[in-house]
């Protein structure tokens, strides 16, 4: 009897405990490694922006049916060498947060928070934009470094979102030392 006991209590504990298998991406072309819970698939093509016409790299995945997340992003912007100086601090944060504009806009969500967030050495901003009626919502995070501009964007069907692997995702993301 204590045994069936015991299963009972233990059992739901063992199943909520079964993590994902998450295993580091890192990629050469880029310069980055992140944490990921499922095999990237990636994407490329060119995008159009006032500064001129860039290629645009995709990293993505679905979450598993266990996962509370739906779906893990990355997108990569390559600027041309020498757009973004050191010292432009004024028009990197003005880009960052067009971009974040841009990507709410695109949801036809509300951003329901923004602040600024280092990720291992990265000076960012980080966001939840709010979608769908408020059913689903979108953390992301969105930096300016080296003329290379990222977007780490997790999606999921609640508006508060609130789980380990939007964080794990989020902070894994680094970048690797450029040969110079």
Known sequence: MMYKILIAIFFPLILM?????WDTYENDAFQFSIY???ELESKSRVIETVFGEFPN????CEGTKEDPNELYMMSIIQYSEGLFPEDSIALKALVVDST???IT???YGE?????AKNINGVDGEVGRIVYNGGDASCKLWVAIHQDVLYVLQV???TENGLNDGIDQFLNSFRLKRREE
């Open 105 to 107: 806009t695109q949801l």
């Open 100 to 102: 974040m504009m841009q």
């Open 111 to 115: 951003l329901s928070y923004n602040s």
């Open 36 to 38: 990921v819970p499922c």
């Open 17 to 21: 405990s079964q993590d994902l298998t």
């Open 155 to 157: 999606f999921m069907k």
């Open 57 to 60: 790299m995709s990293f993505y």
